[in-house]
C-alpha cells in the first residue's frame, strides 16, 4: 500500500527532489517505502523492472555478474539517485544484478509514471540524461580503478564513498562481504584493512569498520575517488558546455 511522502521525505534523495513541482505532484502519490536488509537483492541481471528505486539512507550496489557466478560492483547509489531509470528511458531490463549495500530507507516509483514524465517533459529529460552519465562515469572510474590500482587503494576509495552515504556512520562489513564487493581475494583484503588500522586511518572490530581520519584517507587515495565525486557534485548543473549558442 502506498504511502504519502512529505517534503522532508523528497528532499532526502536529491534525483525526487530536482524533478519539480509539477512531476512531483503527479508522481508523490505513487512513491512507495520499502525497507531492504543488506545484502537483499533488489533486481538480478536481465531481470524485469517495475519500478525504479530512489535511496533516502540506504545504498544500492550495481554488481557485473559473470558467467561462472562470479559479480564485482561497478556502481554503488546513494540518496543523490536511483536504480532503474534506464528502464524508465528505454527499456525494462535491468543490465546489473542490484543489492543492498547499506540498510536504509527506500522509496519506488512505478517505471510507467517516470516513462511517462520523460517522454513528456524536457526538464525530466535532461536531469535522467545527466544523472545516467554521471553513473556510467562512475562505472568507467570503477573499472580503471579495478584495473590499475591496489586493493588498498581501492578499498579505502570504497570507504570514502560509503562513509559519505553513510553520514559518518560506521559500516557493517566483514573482510568476506569486501572482498565480494571489491572482486578481490579475501587475505588481501584483510591486509588492505590492517594497514589502514596501522595507519590510524580506521578502525576495524567484529564486522563494523569506522573511519577515524577522514582527511587522512583522501590524501591517501587514489585519484578516482575526488573524480567521482566531482561529477556528482555537479551533475544537477549541466556544464557550459551543453549550452550552444546559436550562429545567425
Excluded at 536504480?83 to 543489492?99: D, E, H, K, P, T
Excluded at 544523472?131 to 576509495?157: F, I
Excluded at 584517507?217 to 549558442?245: G, H, M, N, W
Amino acid at each position: 500500500m502506498s504511502k504519502p511522502q512529505t517534503d522532508q521525505d523528497l528532499r532526502s534523495n536529491q534525483l525526487l527532489a530536482a524533478l519539480g513541482p509539477d512531476c512531483r505532484k503527479r508522481i508523490d502519490p505513487h512513491l512507495e517505502p520499502i525497507e531492504f536488509k543488506l545484502g537483499a537483492m533488489v533486481c538480478d541481471a536481465g531481470g524485469l523492472l517495475k519500478h525504479a528505486y530512489f535511496p533516502r539512507g540506504s545504498v544500492l550496489s550495481l554488481l557485473t555478474v559473470l558467467e561462472n557466478g562470479a559479480a564485482i560492483e561497478t556502481a554503488n547509489i546513494g540518496r543523490e539517485g536511483a536504480f532503474g531509470l534506464f528502464a524508465a528511458m528505454y527499456s525494462r531490463v535491468s543490465f546489473n544484478r542490484c543489492i543492498v549495500q547499506l540498510e536504509g530507507h527506500t522509496v519506488r516509483c512505478p517505471i510507467q509514471l517516470l516513462q511517462h514524465e520523460f517522454e513528456t517533459s524536457e526538464h525530466v529529460r535532461n536531469l535522467f540524461v545527466s544523472y545516467s552519465e554521471t553513473l556510467l562515469s562512475q562505472v568507467q572510474q570503477t573499472v580503471a580503478c579495478n584495473s590499475m590500482h591496489t586493493t588498498e587503494e581501492r578499498m579505502r576509495r570504497w570507504l570514502l564513498m560509503m562513509h559519505d552515504r553513510a553520514e559518518g556512520e560506521a559500516l557493517p562489513y566483514t573482510h568476506e562481504f569486501l572482498s565480494q564487493i571489491l572482486g578481490a581475494n579475501r587475505k588481501s583484503v584483510t591486509l588492505a584493512a590492517q594497514s589502514m588500522q596501522a595507519a590510524g586511518l580506521i578502525s576495524y572490530h567484529r564486522g563494523t569498520i569506522q573511519v577515524l581520519d577522514r582527511a587522512g584517507l583522501e590524501q591517501a587515495s587514489c585519484e578516482c575517488y575526488a573524480i567521482v565525486k566531482e561529477r556528482f557534485d555537479a551533475f544537477l548543473k549541466p556544464p557550459s558546455t551543453a549550452v550552444q549558442s546559436h550562429m545567425e
